[in-house]
């Protein structure tokens, strides 16, 4: 087995930083029954900061919930099993000074190549050990895989590890931690969980605490994250970087905003200096804008914003959320939207058992709410291998040119255990044969249902999963289906 050089470097960074205090364990991407329950803390106003932003900092989560506590805020007594379970594991995870040893074991049956938030296995094998812990001065969470006939040829990984140190409220870290921003469950259409976490130095907020500043004051809770990744040697522009910067907030209880950024640049033959980074900030990466050409355009960018909604109707929170992200710029802002929205509603019953449902829609084409511009969306002429790492889109698992509708249900149990139930339905690749399209290499008509079970036991977690797909290809009507399936058991223990 071999790790990735640039794994282990990234890895080694935070090392070269002395002072620091309060390192933060985070909470990452793909555990659905947790995000569920962020997500009702975060509608009832028990959570106050921005939860679209994955990983989250368990310190931010036991903030809010502890000074709830303090302040004897009285939450309807619905929520309170919710509010008890989230405080009692954020508790456990931000706990300092003592080490956690973990492992999983998972098997899969045709994994799945289109991922939402979920921690479905990539692989038919995967074997993970893992040891975290955490101080006042450093945050440690490092987890080593091995995996069976991986489709990257990485059969060993560092995926989901973190060595960081804190400046002030400033976390630093190297990370190869997966990552999600923006409110779809099924998608983020500029970064998601669809492929694996590029390895990275990240700089982020621990706790996310409104400005104290009286001309600040109203934006309110907020966060922010920005990320210098290096993606791999094996693609069209080798050792390319990758720019990431996300802002958002929650000027309102039930309004929260996100602004995010992201570009491929520098790689091998390729300017890298500081004034390329500097241009690649100020936009000017269009061909001919002041000089710019192809031998020396900065990079290939993405930006946009998303926006999540709550009211209260009849005593129960539903949401209104959108995603919309440029492939291009035109005068300072993104254009050639991509776009994605949903709806989504939550309740809880009197056996205290909560659920969600949500639908979505999304358009990965360039101007899907004019008139749509094909083979644009998640491509670029320089950088041809397109906006992936290890062969598959780094933003929405569908990949380009795709309209799809997804619809879910969430369903956890006062003792933790969760159901998710998520079906799919639409176009994929609408425009034409297309050999480096990740999912549908032709225009394919999808329909999938997938289902997922997540419980407790006194060994463990067990992760069961099983899902039906059907696919027919739009010029010859063939069609074709397929069936999978998995199970991963997860355990972690506190040293003594």
Not at 176 to 201: C, F, H, K, Y
Not at 318 to 325: D, E, K, N
Not at 353 to 364: D, H, L, M
């Amino acid at each position: 087995m071999r790790i990735p050089a640039h794994q282990w470097c990234v890895l080694a960074v935070p090392f070269l930083l002395a002072q620091s205090v309060f390192a933060a364990p985070a909470a990452q991407p793909g555990d659905v029954g947790l995000r569920h329950d962020i997500q009702v803390l975060a509608d009832y106003g028990a959570i106050s900061g921005p939860v679209t932003t994955w990983p989250i900092s368990w310190d931010a989560v036991v903030a809010d919930l502890e000074q709830i506590q303090a302040n004897d805020v009285v939450l309807p007594n619905r929520v309170l099993p919710t509010f008890d379970r989230v405080l009692a594991r954020a508790q456990h995870e931000a706990a300092r000074g003592q080490a956690s040893f973990g492992g999983s074991l998972a098997g899969a049956e045709e994994p799945a190549n289109i991922r939402g938030f979920s921690r479905t296995p990539r692989e038919r094998g995967e074997l993970q050990a893992g040891v975290s812990w955490f101080s006042r001065h450093v945050s440690l969470d490092l987890n080593v895989s091995a995996v069976d006939d991986p489709s990257d040829d990485e059969d060993a990984r560092l995926d989901g590890s973190q060595l960081g140190v804190d400046l002030g409220n400033w976390s630093i870290a190297a990370s190869t931690m997966e990552r999600w921003w923006g409110p779809g469950w099924d998608g983020s259409l500029i970064l998601s969980n669809n492929a694996r976490p590029v390895p990275a130095l990240t700089i982020g907020r621990n706790r996310t605490a409104a400005p104290t500043s009286k001309w600040l004051s109203w934006v309110g809770p907020w966060d922010m994250n920005i990320i210098w990744g290096q993606l791999e040697s094996d693609r069209a522009v080798p050792n390319a970087r990758f720019f990431g910067m996300r802002i958002n907030a929650r000027p309102l209880r039930g309004l929260e905003i996100g602004i995010s950024r992201t570009a491929q640049w520098c790689g091998d033959g390729r300017p890298c200096g500081a004034d390329t980074f500097w241009d690649l900030l100020l936009g000017k990466d269009n061909l001919g804008d002041d000089g710019t050409s192809l031998e020396n355009e900065p990079g290939n960018q993405m930006a946009g914003f998303d926006a999540r909604w709550t009211n209260l109707w009849f005593g129960t929170p539903v949401s209104l959320y959108g995603q919309m992200i440029g492939e291009d710029e035109a005068g300072g802002f993104p254009s050639r939207y991509l776009a994605q929205f949903g709806i989504e509603g939550s309740g809880i019953t009197r056996g205290q058992t909560s659920y969600r449902w949500y639908a979505e829609i999304a358009g990965t084409s360039c101007d899907v709410l004019k008139d749509d511009r094909f083979d644009c969306a998640y491509r670029q002429g320089i950088y041809q291998s397109g906006y992936t790492y290890e062969g598959r889109i780094i933003g929405h698992g569908l990949d380009n040119d795709a309209r799809v509708v997804s619809a879910g249900v969430v369903i956890v149990s006062s003792e933790g255990n969760s159901w998710h139930v998520l079906g799919r339905m639409g176009d994929l690749n609408r425009v034409g044969d297309d050999p480096d399209h990740s999912v549908a290499v032709t225009p394919q008509e999808l329909v999938s249902l997938d289902i997922q079970y997540s419980f407790l036991s006194k060994i463990g977690t067990f992760d069961l999963g099983a899902g039906f797909e059907r696919r027919e290809d739009m010029a010859t009507a063939a069609s074709s289906s397929d069936t999978r399936a998995y199970l991963r058991w997860t355990s972690k223990r506190k040293g003594r």
